[in-house]
Each structure stands twice: as structure tokens, then as C-alpha cells.
């Protein structure tokens, strides 16, 4: 992977996917009035004929897209990952369970949105939407992979969740490197055989960063973007698993329910090894600046550290 | 358009003896709301909706969204008389892999168009699909029937409001206005009032008619198939139970099979 620069933050990625699946008719945008925020706003400015607007109303825009989607459409809505949970049972019951290819965004996720507050911080969305069957559950690290997941959605054959962040976070993609990405498909950013850092979204940057910090200290780890949480890539956790023989997962999302907990149950059928977490533990969040709450919330840099020589310590015991 | 209204009274009165014949053989099952809506739905399938029997996937078809999927019995009673489903398929109602689940299911069963079974979404749904009929420049139309009790949900009136804003002249809904939602009385629970004034200001045109007299019935699924100055609501006064005497009107058959000694008197009463 080549170096790291600033770029957009994913929800601008999804707003530019958006732009690019404008090429089929049968793609249409629905919206509840945070189209400026999730981004929709400019396939909408473009093809108002084919967005539709919904008003502050998320479980009817679930449903009728639902509908459209029964009717040849394929359909992409959109809000903050909060207000995506409003509709839960909508998507489980109406879109899911029917078998309709509905492609919900849900953007603002996680404590990095910052300062407006736990309210609008969802930690659990990649947990709830995990559960329900035939879901795809996609979180991109940066703008660059968030543009070119959103874009493979579209042949997906399953409905499909993706979470994208507010706020801008270092690159992780060139935009070549971001076209080789695959739903379904971890991508390995750097090769290191000491351990693993499963990661997803915001901190992949931050495993990355911690990655070096280990480098200095002789420590070589591996560093996964996770996108996909579901389904996970068991292949490529499975060599992992044999290299490494530990674990560490780093995710912008309560440690109940997400990525960390789909590495780990995984693990405990399949490979069972020391696995460490890194993520929210069981609260919620509060007003602050994204790095103020990560730091708050024990998910930076030094955290990831902390984590990669403990999982370390408890491989040796094992071994 | 005249119709025979004859026909139609007799296909209800058979639809009515297979809706007792399969919850009965379920042992169990929503008598109630099926027997209540069956006129109206007979009426709908009958005089209304453009489909083709012999392929019920026709893409241009009319859409019927049957949101209260608890009646399914009565969904499930009209595919019958109409030969898509067979007596083996109703009899199996409610039992393991049958085409019969026990609310509608577009992915069980040929000729329905939406997965119900949790109440307020189905307006919303037939929205979806009214917007793509308009995107399409399709002339399909959009029906959508819900229960009286279902206007609680928040969710319906979400869809009405937005129905009303996008124009969406080809989407119609019939509320089976029976008075009896699954715990009690309507107005024990938490009266809605009047639905048809409801529908009327967030911008529907509105009818009300008895939903067990197919003249009217008939008369006002034409009105709605023909007013294209917006979405239409069609509000059917009915009775919960309609044609089991001792089911009418009555809160505990919302979602209760018969005994054996009344579906005896049941199939009796329906001769």
C-alpha cells in the first residue's frame, strides 16, 4: 500500500459512488432530509427525477424503497447510522425477510462524529444489522474504498448496510489500490506475522499508525481493513490465525456486537486464539472532538500498542 | 363498467366457507379480519386490479399490497377460487414449508406482492411502488389495503403525508374500518376516530361505503381506478366476523380457529 495523505471522509466516497452508479436507470436515491450530510445530495442535484425526498420519516423511506425495489429499482437510502436503527424493524421485516435489494447508507457512524453528541453517535448499528439474514454489512476506512464499495453494492444479490463517517481521516487507498477491493474480501495493509489487527473504518488509519510504533519495538504486525463485517473473510482470517496466532480488532463501534465480536466468534469455533479488542466497552458516548473521545474511549494509537504486547504476553502463556 | 353483482356475492360466500375450512384446519388463525375485508377484496380482484391469471409476475400488473397480512385466509381464499393456489395448498395454511404462511409472504406464494405481517408498513410499500409505476411512466395502479386499528401506527400516517407531496394519483388504499383490533374494541383500545376525515387532510380524496355491499363496493373501487387528482382513500365500513353470526362483531374471534362444534355451525350458517 503505498503512503498515506489526507482525503474525504467516507461519506463523501458514498456520494461519489453514487454519482458513478447514476449509469443505470434502475438505480434511484431515496432521502430524509439529511441528503447534505449522507451525501446523497449529489446524485440528487443531478438527477432529481430519479431522488426521492421523504421528509424526517425513516421507517416510511425504509419501506418505500422497499417497494421500489420490488419494482425493478435499486435503490440506495440514506441517513445518519442512528436513524438508520429507527427503522430496524422495517429493514428486518420489510426488506431483509422480503428479499429485496435495498442498500440503506447509514453515515455519522460512530463516536468520531464528535461533538453533537451521543445521540447521534450510533456504536451499535455494524451489531444490529449483522444479525439479520442475507444482510451485507460494509465499513469503509476512507473516501477512496467507501466510493468503490458503494459501487460494488449495486451487483450485489443481498441488501446491504454500509456505515460511513462524518469526518475526514488520513487514506489508506490510492485510488488504484481502492479498485481492487472486494465485498466479502479483507484487504491486508501491511504484513507482519507477531499478530493481527483486524480493523474497520476510522481505525484502520489508527492500527496502521500503530503498526509502525510496534516496528520500533521489534514487534511485527499484521493490519487488516475488515470492511465487510458480513460476511467475514474466514480465508483470510485463517492464515492469518496460522501466521500470527493472535488477534488484536480495533473498531469505532461498541465491543459488544461488532467487529470484534464476529472475529471472535469466529475464532472460538474455528481457530480459537487470544484475541484483544479495541473499541467502545459498553457506554456511550459525549460532545467532544473525534480525537478527544477516541482518547476518552481508549482507541488510539498507544491503546492499539497496549493491546497488540498484551495479546502477545497471552500467546506466549499459551504457548 | 357494470358488473354482475351476483357473481361476486356468490365467490365472497365461497371465499368465506375456505377461509373457516383453513384456519379451522390450521387450528388456528385470524377468522375475523378475513371475514370482514373478503367482499371489498372479492370486489378488488374481481372488478379492479389488472393482472393476467396466467402469469401472475406480468411486470405491468396492478399491485396489491395486502397490509394487515393476518387476513391472509382471505388472500389465500381468492388465489384459490382463482386457481393459482390449490385446496392442498389452503388446507396446509400455517404448517411447515407451506405456500400459505401464516401472514402473506411475497416469497411463498405466487400472486402476492408484499410481505406483511408487521402492521403500518404496507402504505409505505405501495408507495415504493407507486413511485416506480410513475418513474416507469407505467400505467399500473397501486392498492393497498390496511385494518382501522393499524392507523395507529405512526408509520401509515408518515406514508400519507408523503403520498399526498409526491402526487401519486395511481396509489389507492381501502381501510377495512371493521372496529375490532386484537385485544378488544377499537374505541377500548384507543379510538381512532375519523379516519376518513384523517385521510382527507393530509391530502387524499376520500369515499366511505358499507364494505359488505358489492354495488357500492364496486362502484367505489371504480371511482378510485379513475381519479387520478391524487391518491385515493376508500374507507369500508365493516364487520368483524361478517356472515359467522356468532363471530360478528365479536373481540375474541380477532384471532382464534372455531371448535369443532362451530365450524360445523359455521359451515352451516354459510351453506
Redesign the interface.
Same mark, same amino acid.
Given at each position: 500500500m503505498s503512503g498515506i495523505s489526507t482525503g474525504g471522509a467516507s461519506r463523501d466516497g458514498y456520494g461519489k459512488g453514487l454519482l458513478r452508479l447514476a449509469e443505470d436507470s434502475r438505480v434511484?436515491v431515496l432521502e430524509a432530509d439529511l441528503g447534505k450530510s449522507t451525501k446523497s445530495h449529489h446524485f440528487r442535484e443531478k438527477f432529481p427525477?430519479?431522488t426521492?425526498s421523504? $421528509?424526517i420519516?425513516e421507517?416510511?423511506m425504509?419501506?418505500?424503497?422497499?417497494?421500489?425495489?420490488?419494482?425493478?429499482?435499486i435503490?440506495y437510502a440514506s441517513t445518519f447510522a442512528i436513524f438508520t436503527e429507527r427503522a430496524f424493524?422495517?429493514i428486518r421485516?420489510?426488506i431483509a425477510?422480503? $428479499?429485496l435489494n435495498v442498500h440503506i447508507c447509514g453515515s455519522h457512524g460512530g463516536i468520531h462524529t464528535g461533538s453533537d453528541g451521543s445521540s447521534a453517535q450510533s456504536i451499535e448499528d455494524l451489531g444490529i444489522y449483522r444479525t439479520i439474514p442475507n444482510m451485507t454489512v460494509i465499513h469503509p476506512c476512507d473516501d477512496l474504498s467507501a466510493e468503490e464499495l458503494t459501487v460494488l453494492t449495486k451487483d450485489l444479490n443481498t441488501p446491504s448496510y454500509m456505515r460511513t463517517v462524518r469526518n475526514k481521516v488520513p487514506r489508506i487507498y490510492t485510488p488504484d489500490d481502492a479498485k481492487k477491493l472486494k465485498i466479502g474480501k479483507g484487504s491486508l495493509i501491511r504484513e507482519g506475522s507477531d499478530t493481527a489487527i483486524i480493523a474497520c473504518g476510522i481505525m484502520v488509519g489508527i492500527a496502521h499508525e500503530a503498526s509502525k510504533i510496534l516496528q520500533a519495538d521489534g514487534i511485527f504486525a499484521s493490519v487488516v481493513d475488515m470492511h465487510t463485517i458480513k460476511p467475514l473473510d474466514n480465508e483470510l482470517l485463517r492464515e492469518l490465525a496460522e501466521i500470527c496466532g493472535c488477534f488484536v480488532t480495533a473498531e469505532d463501534h461498541s465491543i459488544i456486537g461488532g467487529l470484534g465480536s464476529a472475529v471472535s466468534e469466529w475464532a472460538s469455533e474455528e481457530f480459537p486464539l487470544p484475541i484483544e479488542k479495541i473499541g467502545v466497552k459498553d457506554r456511550f458516548g459525549e460532545s467532544g472532538e473525534s480525537n478527544e473521545l477516541l482518547e476518552q474511549m481508549d482507541m488510539m494509537e498507544d491503546n492499539i500498542v497496549q493491546a497488540v504486547k498484551k495479546v502477545l504476553r497471552r500467546k506466549k502463556m499459551q504457548s | 363498467m357494470s358488473y354482475q353483482i351476483e357473481p361476486l356475492a356468490i365467490m365472497a360466500k365461497e371465499c368465506r366457507k375456505d377461509i373457516i375450512e383453513m384456519i379451522y384446519s390450521a387450528k388456528s388463525g385470524h377468522p375475523g379480519g378475513s371475514l370482514s375485508a373478503i367482499d371489498v377484496l372479492v370486489g378488488l380482484y374481481q372488478t379492479a386490479l389488472n393482472y393476467r391469471l396466467e402469469d401472475m409476475n406480468w411486470?405491468d400488473r396492478d399491485?396489491f399490497?395486502m397490509s394487515k397480512g393476518h387476513a391472509s385466509p382471505a388472500i389465500y381464499s381468492i388465489l384459490h377460487q382463482l386457481d393459482i393456489i390449490s385446496k392442498e395448498d389452503i388446507l396446509s395454511f400455517r404448517r411447515l414449508g407451506s405456500v400459505c404462511q401464516g401472514h402473506v409472504?411475497?416469497?411463498w406464494t405466487d400472486g402476492v406482492?408484499?410481505?406483511a405481517?408487521?402492521l403500518?408498513?404496507g402504505l409505505?410499500?405501495?408507495?415504493?411502488?407507486?413511485?416506480?409505476?410513475k418513474?416507469?411512466k407505467s400505467k399500473r395502479k397501486i392498492w393497498v389495503m390496511i385494518g382501522d386499528g393499524e392507523t395507529q401506527e405512526?408509520?401509515i400516517w408518515?406514508?400519507a403525508?408523503?403520498a399526498s407531496?409526491?402526487s401519486t394519483e395511481n396509489l389507492n388504499i381501502i381501510v377495512d374500518r371493521n372496529r375490532i383490533q386484537n385485544d378488544d374494541f377499537v374505541g377500548n383500545q384507543m379510538e381512532i376516530g375519523n379516519i376518513g376525515k384523517k385521510f382527507e387532510s393530509f391530502g387524499w380524496n376520500i369515499r366511505e361505503i358499507d364494505g359488505h355491499n358489492m354495488e357500492e363496493i364496486v362502484d367505489a373501487l371504480d371511482w378510485a381506478k379513475n381519479d387520478n387528482s391524487g391518491p385515493s382513500a376508500i374507507i369500508a365500513q365493516t364487520i368483524k366476523g361478517k356472515g359467522v353470526s356468532f363471530m360478528e362483531n365479536n373481540p375474541s374471534f380477532h384471532g382464534k380457529s372455531p371448535t369443532d362444534e362451530e365450524f360445523k355451525l359455521a359451515m352451516e350458517e354459510l351453506g
Open positions: 434511484v427525477d430519479r426521492v421523504l $421528509g420519516a421507517q416510511n425504509m419501506i418505500v424503497a422497499a417497494g421500489m425495489a420490488s419494482s425493478g429499482k435503490p424493524e422495517q421485516n420489510g425477510r422480503a $428479499g | 411486470r399491485r399490497i409472504d411475497m416469497k406482492d408484499f410481505s405481517g408487521s403500518g408498513m409505505s410499500f405501495g408507495l415504493g411502488c407507486a413511485l416506480a409505476a418513474m416507469d405512526g408509520q408518515e406514508a403525508m408523503a407531496y409526491h
